[in-house]
């Protein structure tokens, strides 16, 4: 919010003027979010204040939208989105700057500090249904009708993918879903330690943060999805379940994250 340039002689509002009821590009559809907002009165007529406000950019950010409308209630609005710097804590951090005519020679423009958060407790696996137990000596099951995910042991799993330990062999099952031969077998694939300790490294890497209420809407699902199956020196095997299309996602049983 220190990054909002406010013209001289502005007049600080103590609440948001009517005519600019919410942030410049909207509220997002999530729960999680942060909105901070300043309102001033400006001395300036409207089209002056989208010429003073397109000429003076917020130090350090980069636009990254804007937005423009009229309402008869309301009148014509104009405003502009920055993007924030990225983090760990949050999805998005935007500064939106909306001007509204408000009589008179005058203007009013809102500033809001958006941020979606993101909270860091994983998601619980908690779908419904069979679940398979695959083991790299054992093999790959035949089918994954029916199947939701796998089981696992370990109290650590309850808050990361795998392990903290490096595994030393791998396998992958790879299922059809409803195309090809619905539900089968599609391919298997032995993983030797090094292919199986990229593969664990980059499954370690999914972010296990997510928004709170999010909207969103997910592609094509055929049921494809894939086992994996990590061995490891004094415990046993290690399963995720990984959707392949759809909501893709990636579970161990115990927790969800994001594939």
């Known amino acids: 919010m220190t990054l909002v340039p406010v013209p001289s002689r502005a007049i ?6 009517a005519a600019l009821p919410g942030p410049a590009l909207g509220m997002p559809g999530a729960i999680s979010v ?8 400006l001395p300036m007529p409207l089209d002056q204040a989208v010429t003073w406000i397109t000429a003076h950019h917020p130090h350090g950010l980069s636009g990254d939208g804007s937005s423009s409308g009229w309402s008869p209630s309301e009148g014509a609005t104009t ?3 920055y993007a924030g710097p990225p983090s760990p804590a949050w999805q998005s951090s935007d500064l939106e700057i909306e001007v509204a005519a408000a009589g008179q020679g005058t203007s009013v423009m809102r500033a809001d500090a958006v941020v979606v958060w993101l909270d ?9 249904g069979p679940r398979l137990r695959v083991t790299v000596a054992g093999g790959c099951p035949k089918n994954d009708a029916g199947v939701v995910g796998v089981r696992n042991q370990g109290r650590d799993l309850a808050s990361r993918l795998l392990p903290v330990a490096k595994p030393n062999a791998g396998l992958e099952c790879r299922y059809y879903g409803l195309n090809g031969r619905p539900w089968q077998l599609h391919s298997r694939s ?11 490294a980059a499954m370690a890497r999914l972010p296990l943060s997510h928004t709170i209420g999010g909207v969103f809407s997910c592609p094509m699902d055929d049921g494809s999805a894939e086992i994996i199956a ?3 020196p004094g415990r046993p095997d290690v399963d995720l379940w990984v959707k392949l299309n759809g909501c893709a996602r990636v579970t161990n049983g115990f927790i969800a994250a994001a594939g």
């Open 12 to 17: 600080r509002l103590a609440a948001a003027p």
């Open 34 to 41: 942060i909105d901070r907002v300043r309102s001033w009165r």
């Open 79 to 81: 405003g502009y989105s």
């Open 120 to 128: 860091p407790v994983p998601v619980r696996d908690s779908a419904t």
């Open 190 to 200: 032995a993983l030797g330690v090094s292919a199986a300790r990229h593969l664990a």
């Open 230 to 232: 990590l061995s490891y």
